[in-house]
């Protein structure tokens, strides 16, 4: 299932760096539950490209929700999703294996344990950031915060918070 395209973020920051991601005013509407940090616009662009590149892997999309900060380079998006089901461990595997086939270098990785997490450094250049996930029973919530080289350390700053409240 995970080719899951938590790789869809990761394809939908290829419409970051064009004019489809300028800012719009924030939706009232957050599935997420997630609150972007302030400053940080809707990307409604970024998020339909997220949204068709998951919804291209056979799974169901739940949610998905972009949020950035284009003058500084930082971006956010929050994906949830469900399949044909596994257990954290399977999915973790199948993200990873999915990164890995889109030439997304994952390291500093967290698999699942107690908690069904995996956490993840990204790198795709220009983009470094991090992944969070919260896996089991075939669903998958997860957050890729990513920054361009504008202002890597303010926008690690900003996508700490997020990443910690991934659902």
């Not at 609150?35 to 809707?42: E, I, K, M, N």
């Not at 380079?73 to 596994?86: N, Q």
């Not at 250049?125 to 089991?136: E, H, I, M, Q, S």
């Amino acid at each position: 299932m995970a080719d899951v395209r938590v790789i869809a973020m990761l394809a939908a920051l290829s419409a970051c760096g064009s004019a489809g991601a300028q800012p719009e005013p924030a939706s009232t509407v957050n599935a997420s539950g997630l609150h972007p940090p302030a400053g940080w616009q809707a990307l409604p662009s970024v998020a339909a490209a997220a949204r068709t590149a998951a919804g291209s892997s056979g799974v169901t999309v739940d949610g998905v929700e972009a949020w950035g900060d284009p003058a500084m380079g930082c971006y956010a998006v929050w994906l949830a999703l469900h399949g044909a089901g596994g257990g954290p461990e399977a999915l973790a595997e199948q993200i990873l294996a999915g990164l890995a086939a889109e030439k997304v270098t994952a390291s500093e990785v967290v698999q699942p344990g107690s908690e069904p997490v995996l956490v993840a450094t990204l790198e795709r250049a220009p983009y470094r950031g991090k992944l969070r996930a919260r896996l089991g029973d075939g669903r998958i919530s997860a957050l890729a915060c990513l920054a361009n080289p504008r202002e890597p350390l303010a926008c690690a700053a900003a996508c700490a918070p997020l990443l910690g409240a991934v659902p």
